[in-house]
């Protein structure tokens, strides 16, 4: 590798962490979109909600299959009133006793009718608690659905413009990384994943752009006199140094 060769390829590397850089920063940006956020919480919500329903629904279920049962027997009871008295007003000759026994049961029936329709009243007051909170709660479900929809357009929309941006970096770092040497790359690739994404960085003066620290001035000095074509790294935080002009 000449001279000029040497610089190229750092320069290149430069490039080239660049748009890892640009891509990682595309990609947190992609990943705390507001709209993700938003419905992580709709969702945290939605399953509280939910929870809860799961929790109220089977009591005033309960409660409303008791009552249809009671409309029924009271309806029944009425029925069976109503047809014994039209027999006593029909009736023609009855013995006193048998009218006596037609007559206590209508009492009866009347009586049974109170009770149930009391039983109820009863049951219709214990659904009004459940009714006025799963009432809002149901809206509530309704008006996250609605607003989840509305999030989930919009943070697609969102996303493919920066999978859109992502794919043109990416473009363009690989055409940027064919250029380089494979040692480097190589070493490059296993620095940068090692220390967060940032393989290589310039040294600006006597500070790496890297770690930020300030280099001995007998290291610079060092540096300054290698061969531009040899890889040099930070005694710091070991990342390679791209001595620039």
Request: overall charge negative; glycine content about 6%; charged content about 35%.
């Amino acid at each position: 590798m000449t001279e000029a060769d040497g610089r190229d390829a750092f320069e290149v590397l430069l490039a080239v962490q660049g748009f890892d850089t640009d891509m990682s920063q595309l990609r947190h940006r992609r990943e705390t979109l507001q709209q993700r956020a938003e419905l992580a919480e709709l969702d945290a919500e939605r399953d509280r909600l939910r929870a809860l329903e799961a929790d109220l629904a089977p009591q005033l279920d309960e409660l409303l299959a008791r009552r249809r049962s009671l409309e029924k027997r009271v309806e029944a009871a009425d029925d069976r009133r109503r047809a014994v008295e039209q027999r006593m007003y029909a009736a023609r000759g009855l013995p006193a006793r048998e009218l006596e026994a037609m007559d206590g049961e209508v009492a009866h029936l009347r009586q049974l009718g109170r009770e149930l329709e009391d039983e109820e009243l009863e049951i219709m007051e214990a659904e009004e608690p459940l009714e006025r909170e799963l009432g809002p709660l149901r809206e509530r479900l309704g008006t996250i659905g609605e607003r989840s929809e509305e999030l989930g357009v919009a943070l697609r929309a969102e996303e493919a413009v920066l999978d859109e941006q992502l794919d043109a970096l990416a473009l363009q770092r690989r055409s940027a990384a064919a250029a380089l040497p494979a040692p480097l790359a190589e070493r490059y690739e296993q620095l940068r994943q090692r220390l967060g994404g940032t393989g290589a960085a310039p040294l600006v003066g006597d500070r790496c752009g890297g770690c930020h620290l300030s280099l001995p001035s007998m290291e610079v000095e060092r540096i300054r006199r290698l061969p531009p074509d040899e890889v040099v790294t930070c005694e710091q935080c070991g990342r390679i140094l791209v001595r620039t002009s």
